[in-house]
């Protein structure tokens, strides 16, 4: 199973994002636990991501967000701006995949 974790200012967001990756990864037969939380909250789920996505609201906590996971081995990435307004949620997955090697 693959881990996704998105952030955004809020958590509220992403979430139309996070049904369309999930309803992407259920047609291509990934098995795939993603769900989008707070910025603030990025050091609670350090351990849990096997990969972070920003929104690209948030791009400028990169550095910040590196911080939090590099230690943890999780690769960070900015959601593409066009993708993330769009909602494509096969994008943003197929990215997140390939980043990890998938």
Same mark, same amino acid.
């Given at each position: 199973?693959?881990?996704?974790?998105?952030?955004?200012?809020?958590?509220?967001?992403?979430?139309?994002?996070?049904?369309?990756?999930?309803?992407?990864?259920? /047609?291509?037969?990934?098995?795939?636990?993603?769900? /989008?939380?707070?910025? /603030?909250?990025?050091?609670?789920?350090?351990?849990?991501?096997?990969?972070?996505?920003?929104?690209?609201?948030?791009?400028? %906590?990169?550095?910040?967000?590196?911080?939090?996971?590099?230690?943890?081995?999780?690769?960070?990435?900015?959601?593409?701006?066009?993708?993330?307004?769009?909602?494509?949620?096969?994008?943003? %997955?197929?990215?997140? %995949?390939?980043?990890?090697?998938?």
């Amino acid at each position: 199973m693959v881990r996704i974790l998105l952030f955004c200012s809020a958590g509220m967001s992403t979430s139309m994002l996070v049904s369309k990756m999930k309803k992407a990864a259920e /047609a291509k037969n990934i098995e795939a636990f993603i769900e /989008a939380y707070p910025q /603030a909250q990025m050091a609670d789920y350090a351990d849990k991501a096997d990969i972070a996505l920003l929104g690209p609201q948030i791009k400028f %906590l990169l550095p910040k967000a590196k911080g939090v996971f590099d230690p943890k081995g999780v690769p960070v990435e900015v959601i593409n701006s066009a993708d993330y307004g769009m909602l494509n949620g096969e994008k943003v %997955l197929d990215h997140a %995949l390939k980043v990890l090697g998938k």
